[in-house]
């Protein structure tokens, strides 16, 4: 429901003072003086996270030494932590686990989820996913005989048939923002017989999720988005409890096997969800992402995706009151329920606009050719947030101070 027009900042102070999530964001630790709208790419740190990791090192690690994977639950992280991300995105506890990265978990599941579709050569992915999707379904492809066929989000529907075995699509499209029917896809691909992978990178942490209520087959995401499990944070992997036991995943290591410490020569997989694990967790970044999990203790999800609703369109009516004119043009979806939780926009001049924006504070990010791009993590983004970036970036637009070679020629990667 938009506020009613023109807004000015008083209007966004007082959603901050009745915003039932406002507390959570002095529990993280970001720069003074900074708006940081870029949490879809890498979340904020939970000012807890370094006292917990100093304990992991100094004592776990430096006393307890190997005694640890026992005396220190270091052995169950995998699962203890994917219990955690289970409630949010929809699953029993059983069917989730931390492992590897979403690359290694979507090569996982895709060569898996071939293996149980015998008689069926095609995989069906999306024309503008994320690139490590496509790369991953490609490789896949080739290592199992299928066809990778891609089309465009709108087609998906009427390019699924009964020679498809996976359809393999990201929930929440990393670059426009646009968000697809769980519920309605899943159902569609079981009717043609079809099992369906869903990245969960954009959406997890960020919307409630309901996987088991979609029935769906897999998912795999990531922990260092909306999850805040810091840089490089392991992954995630969900597998419907009832395909547990058929499922072979590739990479037989020796911790998805049924008794990893009876060092035996064959190898047996594990008759849980353990059976997508594959070599030695990488503990830091697990209890890292286990620490961060904690900012989601006692968070309704749906009051979690109001805020983001709110957030998102706010800034999109912000953007269309004070923008009129500046050469930028939406590129997400207007109507929320097509939205994840971030809102692009398209400029000519996109990279240096978004490295001067960046220069006066607010940190979004650019997405080749043309885009800018805007994360809102409700955890930690205030409303007044949202006044202050679309100032910024109406600002660097009307002064024209991106057209500089400071920010034409400056360096980014990310
Ligand atoms: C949709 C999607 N899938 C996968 C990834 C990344 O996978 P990985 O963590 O393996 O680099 C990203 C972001 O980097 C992404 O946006
Ligand atoms: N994973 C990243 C990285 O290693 C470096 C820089 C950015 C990233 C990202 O996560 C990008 C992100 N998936 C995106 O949506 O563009």
């Not at 895709?110 to 069926?120: E, F, I, K, S």
Request: charged share 20%.
């Amino acid at each position: 429901m938009p506020l009613s027009a023109p807004l000015t900042r008083e209007h966004f102070e007082r959603l901050d003072r009745d915003d039932p999530l406002g507390a959570s964001r002095a529990r993280f630790d970001l720069p003074t003086g900074e708006i940081y709208l870029d949490g879809n790419s890498l979340g904020a740190m939970p000012a807890h996270v370094p006292a917990r990791i100093e304990h992991v090192l100094k004592q776990e690690w430096a006393q307890g030494l190997i005694r640890s994977w026992n005396d220190a639950d270091w052995y169950p992280a995998p699962q203890r932590t994917g219990g955690k991300i289970a409630r949010l995105i929809g699953a029993q506890a059983n069917e989730v686990i931390v492992a590897d990265s979403t690359s290694i978990n979507l090569f996982k599941v895709l060569v898996a989820a071939t293996r149980m579709q015998p008689g069926r050569k095609v995989i069906l992915g999306e024309r503008g996913n994320f690139p490590t999707d496509v790369y991953v379904a490609s490789g896949v492809a080739e290592l199992t005989g299928c066809e990778l066929r891609c089309v465009e989000p709108d087609e998906v529907l009427a390019a699924l048939n009964d020679e498809v075995a996976i359809l393999s699509l990201t929930h929440v499209n990393y670059k426009s923002g646009r968000r697809y029917d769980m519920a309605a896809i899943t159902a569609r691909a079981h009717e043609v017989g079809a099992l369906v992978v869903w990245d969960l990178c954009h959406s997890a942490g960020a919307m409630p999720i309901d996987l088991n209520g979609a029935q769906a087959d897999f998912a795999v995401g990531c922990g260092y988005k909306y999850l805040n499990g810091g840089p490089g944070a392991p992954a995630f992997v969900y597998v419907a409890e009832r395909h547990i036991p058929h499922v072979r995943q590739p990479l037989t290591g020796w911790h998805g096997h049924a008794r990893p410490f009876d060092f035996t020569h064959d190898y047996e997989a594990h008759p849980t969800i353990d059976r997508l694990l594959v070599g030695t967790a990488p503990q830091l970044g697990i209890l890292a992402l286990e620490a961060a999990l904690e900012m989601f203790d006692g968070v309704d999800m749906q009051v979690l995706r109001n805020k983001s609703v709110a957030l998102c369109d706010l800034f999109i009516q912000l953007c269309d009151e004070q923008l009129a004119g500046l050469g930028v043009e939406l590129r997400s979806p207007r109507d929320a329920a097509q939205r994840g939780s971030q809102v692009s926009l398209a400029h000519a001049n996109a990279y240096p606009v978004m490295q001067a924006v960046i220069a006066r504070g607010v940190i979004g990010d650019f997405r080749a050719p043309d885009i800018l791009r805007f994360g809102f993590a409700p955890l930690y983004n205030s409303y007044v947030n949202i006044w202050d970036s679309v100032q910024a970036l109406r600002e660097v637009l009307e002064s024209g101070e991106w057209d500089s070679p400071e920010f034409i020629a400056r360096k980014s990667v990310t």
